[in-house]
């Protein structure tokens, strides 16, 4: 039994190398940022004070997109203060909204726009699909990411404003200087 489980951690390990290795993010981004996500996610699950089922994390080069919705404005900087002291995180950008939570009907249109999303992206020969995350909530697509070239982002963003059934599209995608790229 322990040799099936080492057998099946020592298969995860090499999934996520290779993925990370896949992406134009280097390894050791891809794991700090897979660390700092499970350690956010610890303190969300342990935290009982406030219902924070609503909420999504999307991690970038240490960057934190929280998007979601919460009922209280305390649970929202509750989250924040928490979020700031994750190891790995060097960016916390809110995004979340004081309400009611996700209706079943708006989840599943959600995930319809980041699917349809996600296969243009892959589909689009001149954007390399690692370098942005994706992120929907109420019908608002959230790219974070590092963009190859101007041209690329404009095209990604031009893939999720075309997308039926997007309201807004924000972009936290940073496009490297022309000393970044030398």
Request: one cysteine or more; aromatic letters at 6%.
């Given at each position: ?92 950008i809110d995004e979340i909204i004081i309400g009611d939570r996700t209706s079943i009907g708006q989840g599943f249109e959600d995930a319809r726009i980041d699917k349809t999303l996600r296969a243009k992206l ?61």
């Open positions: 039994m322990s040799f099936r489980l080492l057998s099946l951690a020592m298969a995860g390990a090499a999934c996520i190398s290779l993925s990370a290795c896949a992406s134009s993010r280097n390894l050791d981004e891809s794991l700090t940022d897979l660390g700092a996500n499970t350690e956010m996610k610890g303190v969300l699950f342990t935290d009982r004070s406030y219902d924070y089922s609503d909420i999504d994390l999307t991690f970038y080069e240490g960057r934190l997109l929280l998007t979601g919705a919460m009922r209280a404005e305390e649970g929202r900087k509750k989250l924040i203060e928490n979020a700031w002291k994750v190891d790995g995180v060097d960016q916390v892959i589909g689009d020969r001149d954007i390399v699909s690692s370098d942005y995350k994706i992120a929907v909530s109420g019908a608002h697509v959230f790219l974070l990411g590092k963009a190859t070239d101007k041209e690329s982002l404009d095209s990604a963003l031009a893939h999720a404003r075309s997308v039926a059934g997007v309201e807004k599209v924000v972009s936290y995608v940073t496009v490297p200087t022309a000393n970044e790229i030398e």
